[in-house]
């Protein structure tokens, strides 16, 4: 049911994805981030909540130092960079070896927390933002998460089929940049210029868009997204029981990484889903 994959890391073992998920926690080291701006924007409690989740089973850690929610304030590239490298610096100070994914869509924050630790580019343009960023990718044989993220669509617009051209284009830049398509994870983007509609959509479509694209993992990030709450009608604090639905109908339907911001509750609700799937593990 899961597709099975093996992407190298420069210094650390490879993520081998298949029917075992991973999960991947979220640091936000910004003020203003949806759900938990300001919480984690200095380095000693920034820390102290990378420690929490892996402890709770993160198998990646994803930092990112800058809000992509509606209306938030663009930063700067400096900024940025003041805000996310001390935090990687003191992660790998205190030898916490987990791999470490940087959230940016800037090329030269890619390139500095590549060089500083991290492990692997995730972008929310897709690599169809700066042209820079496959560049890096290749430079660094780094794996890139390439989100969909399309300002054009409308309403109407069919999810499947124009997210399918999409991760085509994307695939097409990192294969002109001499990055190997086995090495992009794609990310529908749930929540990025979608309507309600169309983000449960591709939820329920998900096998379709994993068969058009063996080559490729595929990671969900729904966590406490407005998907759940428009539908719940509840605040960001209030959408872990949503989240943990869509995890689990995500995994059902193939994908291989979980962004999540509740590291332990879905880590235990996709041991279930594996197991209901696939058998529980044989002692």
């Given at each position: 049911?899961?597709?099975?994959?093996?992407?190298?890391?420069?210094?650390?073992?490879?993520?081998?994805?298949?029917?075992?998920?991973?999960?991947?926690?979220?640091?936000?080291?910004?003020?203003?981030?949806?759900?938990?701006?300001?919480?984690?924007?200095?380095?000693?409690?920034?820390?102290?909540?990378?420690?929490?989740?892996?402890?709770?089973?993160?198998?990646?850690?994803?930092?990112?130092?800058?809000?992509?929610?509606?209306?938030?304030?663009?930063?700067?590239?400096?900024?940025?960079?003041?805000?996310?490298?001390?935090?990687?610096?003191?992660?790998?100070?205190?030898?916490?070896?987990?791999?470490?994914?940087?959230?940016?869509?800037?090329?030269?924050?890619?390139?500095?927390?590549?060089?500083?630790?991290?492990?692997?580019?995730?972008?929310?343009?897709?690599?169809?933002?700066?042209?820079?960023?496959?560049?890096?990718?290749?430079?660094?044989?780094?794996?890139?998460?390439?989100?969909h993220w399309?300002?054009?669509?409308?309403?109407?617009?069919?999810?499947?089929?124009?997210?399918?051209?999409y991760f085509?284009?994307?695939?097409?830049?990192?294969?002109?940049?001499?990055?190997?398509?086995?090495?992009?994870?794609?990310?529908?983007?749930?929540?990025?210029?979608?309507?309600?509609?169309?983000?449960?959509?591709?939820?329920?479509?998900?096998?379709?868009?994993?068969?058009?694209?063996?080559?490729?993992?595929?990671?969900?990030?729904?966590?406490?997204?407005?998907?759940?709450?428009?539908?719940?009608?509840?605040?960001?604090?209030?959408?872990?029981?949503?989240?943990?639905?869509?995890?689990?109908?995500?995994?059902?339907?193939?994908?291989?990484?979980?962004?999540?911001?509740?590291?332990?509750?879905?880590?235990?609700a996709l041991?279930?889903?594996?197991?209901?799937?696939?058998?529980?593990?044989?002692?």
């Amino acid at each position: 049911m899961h597709t099975t994959h093996t992407i190298s890391l420069r210094h650390r073992p490879p993520l081998v994805l298949g029917r075992g998920a991973l999960v991947m926690g979220i640091l936000n080291v910004t003020p203003d981030s949806f759900s938990d701006g300001g919480q984690h924007d200095h380095v000693a409690a920034a820390l102290a909540h990378a420690r929490l989740m892996l402890t709770e089973g993160a198998d990646i850690l994803d930092i990112g130092g800058e809000s992509t929610r509606p209306g938030a304030k663009p930063v700067g590239v400096q900024e940025e960079l003041d805000r996310v490298l001390p935090v990687i610096d003191a992660i790998r100070a205190a030898g916490i070896t987990a791999p470490i994914s940087i959230d940016t869509m800037k090329p030269l924050v890619a390139h500095q927390a590549l060089e500083a630790g991290a492990d692997i580019i995730n972008d929310v343009n897709g690599l169809q933002g700066a042209p820079e960023m496959a560049e890096i990718a290749a430079l660094f044989n780094a794996p890139v998460i390439a989100m969909h993220w399309d300002r054009d669509w409308t309403v109407e617009t069919d999810p499947i089929p124009a997210m399918s051209e999409y991760f085509e284009n994307t695939l097409a830049i990192a294969a002109r940049a001499g990055v190997d398509a086995a090495r992009i994870i794609l990310d529908p983007g749930f929540g990025f210029a979608k309507t309600l509609t169309q983000n449960f959509s591709i939820l329920r479509q998900l096998a379709d868009l994993t068969h058009a694209f063996p080559a490729n993992a595929m990671l969900i990030g729904t966590s406490r997204k407005s998907m759940i709450g428009k539908l719940l009608d509840n605040q960001p604090s209030e959408r872990l029981a949503g989240t943990l639905a869509t995890t689990v109908q995500g995994y059902e339907r193939g994908g291989h990484i979980f962004r999540v911001h509740d590291v332990a509750p879905n880590r235990d609700a996709l041991r279930v889903a594996e197991a209901t799937l696939y058998g529980p593990p044989q002692n």
